[in-house]
């Protein structure tokens, strides 16, 4: 069973605001660029948190423990290169370092063209393996708070839409 109702709105300034909240729902694109600045930021804090979306702090590295720095953080390239696209209906975060897969989601590092991996060690001399196992550090994500917020500023939208 269905039914149909059908609503005759006089009053003009409802109808006005019914008409924002309309071309809001269309074209979500300002809440999505708001989304997105917030998601940017977020991110970056991670790199200073040391601590994934999860809650997890990230594994310290071995250049991190040696050098007295911050895992993630060595020229600060992958922190900085956090972006975001956002459209009509959607917000996209990411980075385009080649590298940062690796980071995110961990990796087992095999030589290729040779018998060993080779790196240079703090004091200037080298070391040699087979492969280097780098842990999972995700950066990208949403937590809970992130998703708090972005509820947030989706109600801020519609609410602004229909005032």
Do not use: C
Request: charged share 35%; glycine share 8%; net charge neutral.
């Amino acid at each position: 069973m269905t039914f149909e109702v059908e609503v005759e709105i006089r009053n003009e300034e409802l109808l006005a605001a019914f008409r924002r909240l309309e071309a809001t729902a269309r074209d979500m694109k300002p809440a999505m660029e708001r989304i997105g600045r917030y998601l940017e930021a977020s991110t970056r804090l991670r790199f200073r948190d040391q601590t994934g979306p999860d809650g997890e702090r990230w594994p310290p590295s071995r250049r991190a423990i040696e050098q007295g720095g911050r895992t993630l953080v060595d020229t600060g390239t992958l922190r900085s290169s956090i972006t975001y696209d956002a459209g009509h209906d959607r917000v996209e975060i990411g980075t385009n370092v080649p590298y940062a897969p690796v980071h995110q989601f961990g990796a087992t590092i095999t030589p290729k063209r040779a018998r060993y991996l080779k790196f240079r060690t703090p004091d200037g001399g080298f070391v040699q393996t087979t492969r280097v196992t780098v842990p999972t550090r995700p950066f990208l994500g949403i937590d809970d708070r992130d998703e708090r917020r972005i509820l947030e500023i989706l109600e801020d939208a519609i609410a602004e839409a229909a005032r």
